[in-house]
Every structure is written in C-alpha cells, then in structure tokens.
Nanobody
Framework: QVKLVESGGKQVQAGDSLKLSCTKT???????TGWFRQAPGKEREFVAA????????YFADFVQGRFTISRDDVKNTVYLQMHRLKPDDQAVYYC?????????????????????WGQGTQIIVSS
C-alpha cells in the first residue's frame, strides 16, 4: 500500500522561503508526483508536478518562477521548494501520485488523474 506523508509546512512571513517534503512508503518504484493546494473556501488547485524520472516538471501559472520541484528517489521523497511566498500561497498543500509507476500518459495537471494522496501540510503566510 502506497502511503504519502507531507512535511515542512509552518507559519512564515511574506517573502520567506519554505521547502516541503513528500515522502512515499510502500514501494520503491518511481511515480510521477504532483503538489496541489487548497485554501479555505476554495477548490483544490494544481501547484507543480514532476515526472517519474525527474526529467520534466510542470508549474501552475501563479508560481511565476518562485517554486521548484525535485525528487530524491534514494530517499523516496519529492520536494517543493518555495521562494518569495505571498499571503495568497497560504493553504494546505498536498502531494499525490498516480496509481501506476513509471511513465504516465495522463495529464499531471489534473487532480483526477491522481490516486494516492497525503494528508496535507499547512502553510500560513503572514503579511
């Protein structure tokens, strides 16, 4: 059973940097991995994704070059490094993977393509 655990969320000031981690257990095979977020009263939205081999990444338009996504398959962990955080970035951040490992033919920007989800980690950004 694949399990995802996010960590790294906390309260920060606008302009700060923060690094989130998504650690996977239950398999050592590589999945494509996505990060999503949900702010109070809003729909969950795509933030970033990385392919199973780390060769390609995708970002939401609102990221505007502030975030990077990376993976360490030795540690079975995917990271979301965030810089120049804004109050609008305040949300619960979730990581997710598709059901199958390896190359993923679907749309990594679409949350409905993902099967496994973590419980989320909260970021609070104070202005």
């Amino acid at each position: 059973q694949v399990k995802l655990v996010e960590s790294g969320g906390k309260q920060v000031q606008a302009g700060d940097s923060l690094k989130l981690s998504c650690t996977k257990t239950g398999t050592f095979s590589a999945h494509a991995t996505g990060w999503f977020r949900q702010a109070p009263g809003k729909e969950r939205e795509f933030v970033a994704a990385v392919t199973w081999n780390g060769r390609q990444d995708y970002f939401a338009d609102f990221v505007q070059g502030r975030f990077t996504i990376s993976r360490d398959d030795v540690k079975n962990t995917v990271y979301l490094q965030m810089h120049r955080l804004k109050p609008d970035d305040q949300a619960v951040y979730y990581c997710a993977t598709p059901l199958h490992t390896g190359p993923f033919p679907g749309n990594l920007l679409n949350e409905h393509e993902y099967h496994y989800w973590g419980q989320g980690t909260q970021i609070i950004v104070s202005s």
